[in-house]
C-alpha cells in the first residue's frame, strides 16, 4: 500500500529551466510534508518542508505547493542548475506525530548544463 | 555533513550471519529512526526509539532488533541474513515530534 507516490521515476531538464517534480499521497490525515534530496554515496539531505495549513513555502530556489482537495504536492526549482542533478523524495509525516516519514519511490532529476 | 554518524559504511557478509549497524544521532536529538531502502526503492521506515524506548514500528522483520543506549546511540541488529537483506540502511535522528530528520550516509548491506 504505497501511500505516498512520485510517479516519474527521471526528469531532465536544461539548465536555467525550471523543474517541476511531483508526488501525491492517498492518506488525507497526512498534514506535514517534506522534500529530501539525495547524492549518490550520501544519505538523504533535507530540503524544504509545507505543513497542510499552507498551499505555499518558498526557500530560496525552492518551492513547494500543496494542494489538498487533490493530495498532490510538487516541488519547484527555478532556476535549474546542474548541482541539483540528485535523487528527490517526497515524504510524509505520520499523523501519529511520532517523526516517522512515509516516503516515494523519488525521481531521478537531471539537469543538463 | 547532517551531524548523524553511522558505521560502518559497507559491510559484506554471508548468508545466515548476524551483523550490527551503528548509530550516532546528532548532539541533543532523542529520536531515532532507522530505515531500509532496497534497489531502485523508496525508504522504508523500520523503527524509531525515542530516549531509549521503543515509539513506532514499520514493517520490520522478526529477525531484526534495535535499541537505544542511555548515550542515545543506537544500533540495529540483522540476524539469519538472507540475499533480500541486501540494501541501504539508513539511520536518521530528530528532537522528536514532527519536524525535519536528519541522516546519515547509511550503510550499505550485501549479502552474498
Known amino acids: 500500500d504505497q501511500q505516498v507516490k512520485q510517479n516519474s521515476p527521471s526528469l531532465s531538464v536544461q539548465e536555467g529551466r525550471i523543474s517541476i517534480l511531483n508526488c501525491d499521497y492517498t492518506n488525507s490525515m497526512f498534514d506535514y510534508f517534506l522534500w529530501y534530496k539525495k547524492y549518490p554515496a550520501e544519505g538523504p539531505t533535507f530540503l524544504i518542508s509545507?505543513?497542510?495549513?499552507?498551499d505555499k513555502n518558498e526557500d530560496g530556489r525552492f518551492t513547494v505547493f500543496l494542494n489538498k482537495s487533490a493530495k498532490h504536492l510538487s516541488l519547484h526549482i527555478v532556476p535549474s542548475q546542474p548541482g541539483d542533478s540528485a535523487v528527490y523524495f517526497c515524504?510524509?509525516?505520520?499523523?501519529?506525530?511520532?517523526?516517522?516519514?512515509?516516503f516515494g519511490q523519488g525521481t531521478t532529476l537531471q539537469v543538463k548544463p | 555533513d547532517s551531524g548523524v554518524t553511522q558505521t560502518p559504511k559497507h559491510l559484506i557478509t554471508a548468508t545466515g550471519q548476524r551483523v550490527t549497524l551503528r548509530c550516532s544521532p546528532r548532539?541533543?536529538?532523542?529520536?531515532v529512526y532507522w530505515y531500509q531502502q532496497s534497489l531502485d526503492q523508496g525508504l522504508q521506515f523500520l523503527i524509531q526509539y525515542y530516549n531509549g524506548e521503543e515509539r513506532a514500528k514499520g514493517n520490520i522483520l522478526e529477525r531484526f532488533s534495535a535499541q537505544q543506549f542511555p548515550d542515545l546511540h543506537s544500533e540495529l541488529n540483522l540476524s539469519s541474513l538472507e540475499l533480500g537483506d541486501s540494501a541501504l540502511y539508513f539511520c536518521a535522528s530528530s528532537p522528536g515530534g514532527r519536524t525535519e530528520a536528519f541522516f546519515g550516509q547509511g550503510t550499505r548491506l550485501t549479502v552474498v
Open positions: 548532539s541533543g536529538d532523542l529520536s
Open positions: 515524504a510524509a509525516s505520520d499523523p501519529s506525530n511520532t517523526g516517522k516519514l512515509i
Open positions: 509545507i505543513s497542510s495549513i499552507k
